[in-house]
């Protein structure tokens, strides 16, 4: 069975070292978390923002990955992906332009592949629950239905869902960032402080 390291050893010592550094800057992690946290909070308030965000950021990173595709392809003339590297690059700067030019439409597409996301894993993991019967089986039957239910909801609410889904799944996955954050600031505040040697 191997142990954890002891602070005598090499590798104990500097994980202890690591440590302390992490903890003198719990305060950041903490302001971090909450940062985070108030801008989970916006979204959820504000999902229509949210997701006109989202959408926007989607096209800023296509652009600028075409834009790097095409650097790439005409810093490498020679090389036998030379055209098919040019050819990434004018899709993903096509699509971004499209995206910026036809947000709710981006919008609504984003959402339709939201919900059959939601739709089919959540059929998923009812089938292998189901026919698997593991220990909890129950409890990844649930939360298969829970994903089913949530992706027949917003497709039967599109095209109202496109403006609040994305937007919305934005502010609680930063709130929950953020509630991380701040229990790992937490934590590090209340570590030990290390001797000093």
């Known amino acids: 069975m191997t142990a954890f390291p002891t602070s005598s ?10 440590l302390g550094r992490i903890r003198k800057n719990w305060i950041w992690f903490l ?8 801008l989970g909070v916006f979204l959820i ?19 600028a990955g075409g834009i790097v595709q095409f650097v790439g392809a005409f810093s490498t003339k020679g090389w036998g992906g030379f055209f098919l590297s040019l050819l990434a690059g004018v899709l ?11 947000p709710v439409t981006a919008l609504e597409v984003l959402t ?3 919900a059959l996301s939601l739709v089919i894993g959540g059929l998923s993991r ?11 089986w129950g409890w990844t039957a649930l ?6 239910l949530l992706g027949v ?7 109202t869902s496109a403006f609040w889904v994305i937007g919305l799944f934005l502010g609680i996955e930063m709130l929950f960032t953020g509630m991380t954050w701040v229990m790992l600031a937490l934590g590090l505040k209340s570590l030990p402080k290390p001797e000093s040697s």
């Open 31 to 38: 302001v971090l978390g909450i940062l985070t946290i108030v």
């Open 112 to 114: 339709i592949v939201i």
């Open 9 to 18: 050893s090499p590798l104990g010592e500097a994980a202890r070292q690591e």
């Open 92 to 102: 993903y700067v096509g699509l971004g332009v499209l995206i910026v030019d036809r």
């Open 126 to 136: 009812i089938i292998v629950a189901a026919s698997e019967r593991f220990y909890g």
């Open 153 to 159: 909801m917003i497709w039967r609410q599109l095209p």
């Open 45 to 63: 308030a504000t999902p229509l923002l949210g997701s006109l965000a989202a959408v926007w950021m989607i096209s800023v990173l296509l652009i």
């Open 143 to 148: 939360s298969g239905g829970i994903s089913l």
